[in-house]
């Protein structure tokens, strides 16, 4: 059979046939030898799953050493929901061997705070011999593992809870914040407070097991590789546990206190919801105690906060028991700004420190024209001839209201010198505390007035800034607002001769077997200068203030040994339109060479004289060692 | 041609040099049996972490693989001139087992009314069909001494279409797709006229365009259509067919991963792996050096087919080569090219590899008949 004719049709037919093979070889080649990389790592993609185990996060230690957050380990048995859907058997199995009604075993892996992919921990301290028989019949338990877990536990409760904060597990968004970064869905992280700015140190590295898996899901064992996790780093901080307890024990019962008294005005008993108090060396800028009133306790976020526990945080009603008041509250200083008005007065030659004034109990602005002309002193009373220390001993607010109106009538620079003053000693803006969420207050001055009367017509009447406003300034009133924090660091700023320090609660980082990993040194962000001359003035008014009869303090301090501890310190009482006054008191000691700064806040307490002060000598009797004694309220004075 | 034997008295005597046993084609016998033999290895591999008895389907196709021999050796024993007489009863009972087949003698499996179920045997009757299409086409075009006019195309044509319609009532398009390939090779080679071949391909071209544009094609055909278009758009069901048959081969590189070794194998990343995947097997664990060897063993046998096309007696030996040749080269372009991702994925088995009875017997009785018409090349 060879007609040329068909000789031709086979021929075409062989050319298809040379044709469709070489387009099957050259794929090939192109799909092996060209494109083969991506592929292998698809096929890697598709087989190797990575399991990762959580490292015990590290522990934090107060400034001697003593645990503040240490980790529990024990044994749990975890439940995946989603792998015991279809496997009812396994739960009564497990209920069996777990001995537990199976009700309650179902009730625990129903845990609503857990997905239905993540473990729930459904047992904890379980026995050895329980946990060896489930990894030894694993196969009859799918979607059932006992696991080494290590959890937080806080061996002191609350305390020191807004400094250490607490544990959670990351959400979306601290996801996002972290891209590239070794966080993974499920991960715990810190939330808040040291736990939170020291995250990377703490949590250690997890450990990793790689497995082999097949396309219906089945683990192929043994694994492929793993690691072990690496515990993290402690923290140790500068908070001294007994401080910090004596400071949340005398903020507690100072509230409880003003709770007891009347306001005097309006006959009604003080709310004293809330207050702070900070207690940092001025040597170094390190923190001794950083308390808020009303706290939590960071054990109830250990596994998932509770629903109902986490509403009660969230209530307003409870005044806000996470908010850390410390940094975050902002509060007119009251008098105790009149430091800075002080310093803004001296520094500018418009007073010397024995330069006199009559304080007639109230201050006229001259030329005054407008609704308010007059201001007067609180409780109205007359001191007469004042010069700056005696002003500050018994808190001439006319002798300020003076000085205020006299710089702004005086025009050029002179005109922001308390401005200037106050956000030298770092009011207006963060300390830079190792701590997140610190509020930066406020130092109003004609531009910030300017701007909050475009924003908020209502509030604020009139957008230029006027001599009434200076004089207002002068006393820590107005739209004036700093943190605890601040004030205290702005107070170790004059105690310690002018050093503006970074203030610290983290001393260093230390690896789990002890040795130090990074050590935080102090830190100075600014100096302010300080004519020896105009510091003893002042040093002279605050000691007096404590010490002398007339002084607003000297009624919390009676009976306190001030021969052997000198204390030099300011009262302030900040009027808060609507609210009752809130009590500020801010001192340092030993007042010749001091070695704390104590400041204490009290919202709609009353008097800082009458009850902040007495809060922060039953602290400061703590430091000089002797027994603290009950809050004893002192006589109502600024 | 000389002949020196006595015609009707064959004699099996050394010196007779036409003797049908002296000239059988021993390379292609050679490279179906090498396809084979590794075909039944790969499907154990592909196979052995499927169900609890891992030698399951190693034993089951090799058992066809040797059933397959034993028809093979029939359909080249019995001269096929005596199948081209009997071609009229041959198509009958190919379009009654196809008629049969969609009565409820027949059984649904996948979607597809295409097989009897004897005992623990499936058997596929459009498998044996294609045999008998190619008989049939060979017989009608020799008894027109490959002089097709018109008339005799479209009796061809209508001689095929009965088959083909009933095939896509099962429905199975794969299958159908083998038979147009069959008959347009087949009719190429019997003589058809330049430009009837022309209408034709111009008639296929229309079909194809009116079967996307009028919707005929079912929703499991649209996906698997997206999935050869965009295969990266979704991983889901034919996409991750393609995706997984895909990485399975690239992952073999040059050399391959090593028998039972390819972790997409191993693991059971492919779905149908030793059916109509099976090529992904010989791709992941044998690498380029192994699936570049079966396509040569394939080409070899595709050779050696067109080989006796050329070489055959008449036209009928001619046109059944070329009917065998056509059902190969469509089913491994087909089969390959999709696991490759340039043809859209079918149910079409790859000859001699691809477990399953049917679609093995099948191939090896066509492979009998290219024996058949190569040994007789000379009688």
Known sequence: MSSDNTRLRLSIVGVVVVSLFAALFARLWYLQVMDTGTFQALATQNRVRTVYEAPPRGRIFDRQGRPLVENRGYQAV???????KDTPEVVTRLAALLGLPRPELEKRIADPRYSPYKPVPVAEDVAEDVVAYLREHSADFPGVEATAVAERTYPHGSLAAHVLGYVGEINNEELDARKGGDYRPGDDIGKSGVERTFDLDLRGKPGTTRLEVDASGRVLLPALSSSPPVQGDDVQLTIDLDVQALAEDSLAKGLEAARASHDRNTGKAFVAPAGSVVVLDPRDGSLLALASNPSYNPADFVNGIRPDVFAGLQDPANHCPLCNRAIQGQYAPGSTFKLFT?????????????????????????????????????????????????????????????????????????????????????????????????????????????????????????????????????????????????????????????????????????????????????ESTSKVVLDPGHRSAILQGLRSSIARPEGTGAGAFAGFPLDSFPVAGKTGTAQVVGTQDTAVFVAFAPADAPQYVVAVVMEESGFGGAVAAPVARRILDGLAGHPPAPVQLAAGVD | MATTSAAGGASFSRRDGTAPWRHVDVTLLAGVAAIAALGVLMVYSASRNLGTDEGYFLRRQAVFCLIGLGVMALAATVDYRVARDFAPVIYVASVAGLVLVLSPLGSNRRGAQAWFQLGGFQLQPSEPAKIGLIICIAAYASHHRGDLNGRRMIGALALAAVPMLLIELQPDLGTMLVFA???????????????????????????????????????????????????????????????????????????????????????????????????TVVGEELGLAGSGLLLALFALVVWRTWRAAALAKDLCGTVICIGVLAMLVFQIFENVGMTMGIMPITGIPLPFMSYGGSATIAAFAAVGLVLNVHMRRFS
Not at chain 1, 425 to 438: A, I, N, P, Q, Y
Not at chain 1, 456 to 470: E, I, L, Q, S, T
């Open chain 1, 78 to 84: 975890t439940v995946t929901r989603f792998d015991i």
């Open chain 1, 342 to 522: 002080a310093v803004a007065a001296l520094r500018t030659g418009l007073i010397a420190p024995n330069t006199t004034f009559v304080d007639e109990g109230s201050y006229r602005i001259r030329n005054c024209r407008g609704e308010k002309c007059v201001y007067r002193n609180a409780g109205g009373r007359s001191y007469g001839r004042v010069n700056l220390p005696q002003a500050l001993t018994v808190s001439s607010d006319a002798f300020f209201y003076n000085i205020g109106a006299n710089l702004w009538f005086g025009g050029g620079p002179n005109r922001n010198a308390i401005q200037g003053a106050a956000r030298d000693f770092g009011l207006g803006t963060r300390s830079g505390l190792d701590l997140g969420g610190e509020m930066r207050g406020r130092v109003p001055d004609p531009e910030s007035r300017k701007k909050a009367h475009e924003d908020f017509p209502d509030k604020f009447p009139y957008g230029d800034w006027r001599a009434g406003d200076n004089v207002n300034l002068a006393i820590g009133q107005g739209d004036t607002a700093v943190t605890p924090l601040q004030l205290a660091n702005a107070y170790a700023a004059f105690a310690n001769g002018g050093s503006v320090l970074k203030p610290r609660v983290a001393a260093r980082v230390l690896r789990p077997d002890g040795r130090p990993e990074r050590e935080m040194a102090p």
């Open chain 2, 181 to 279: 390939a069959i008959l347009l090779a087949t009719l190429l080679v019997a003589g058809a006229r330049p430009r009837h071949m022309a209408l034709l391909g111009l008639a296929g071209a229309v079909a194809v365009v009116a079967v996307f544009q009028l919707g005929l094609l079912k929703d499991y055909q649209k996906d698997r259509l997206g999935a050869f278009l965009n295969p990266t758009e979704n991983t889901q069901k034919s996409s991750y067919n393609l995706n997984q048959s895909k990485i399975a081969i690239a992952n073999g590189s040059l050399t391959g991963r090593g028998l039972f070794k390819g972790t997409q194998t191993k693991l059971s990343y492919v779905p149908e792996q030793h059916t109509d995947f099976i090529f």
